[in-house]
Nanobody, 120 residues
Framework: VQLQAFGGGVVQAGGSLRLSCVVSGSFFSIFDMRWYRQTTGTQQRELVARITEGGSTIYPDSVKGRFTMSDYANNTMYLHMINLKPEDTAVYFC???????????????WGKGTLVTVSS
């Protein structure tokens, strides 16, 4: 299973971007899909959006009302970002758990990040 994030770029404050995460490879099930971001010079990744296995959507206060994560469909999940701020500048990563079969344990997969730069 491979994940690849696309759609980063440079945008002015107040602008919008849509990030895509394409999933490839074979798997039995995929779930608990998330988007994280990591700012330059930090090692910690911040969760910015999550759709739980039960279907609930979770956002931190820092992005609530501005970021919307779409559910996984057609091998892709999206992160829609509006009213972007300079503090949203970061490398954005997608992440998901997947099983190869009903008998296998879930494995966590990360995609390579895509850089979002918001200019003031």
């Amino acid at each position: 299973v491979q994940l690849q994030a696309f759609g980063g770029g440079v945008v002015q404050a107040g602008g919008s971007l849509r990030l895509s995460c394409v999933v490839s490879g074979s798997f039995f099930s995929i779930f608990d899909m998330r988007w994280y971001r990591q700012t330059t010079g930090t090692q910690q990744r911040e969760l910015v959006a999550r759709i739980t296995e039960g279907g609930s959507t979770i956002y931190p206060d820092s992005v609530k009302g501005r970021f919307t994560m779409s559910d996984y469909a057609n091998n892709t999940m999206y992160l829609h970002m509006i009213n972007l701020k300079p503090e949203d500048t970061a490398v954005y990563f997608c992440r998901a758990d997947a099983k190869k079969s009903s008998r296998h344990l879930a494995i966590t997969y990360w995609g390579k990040g895509t850089l979002v730069t918001v200019s003031s």
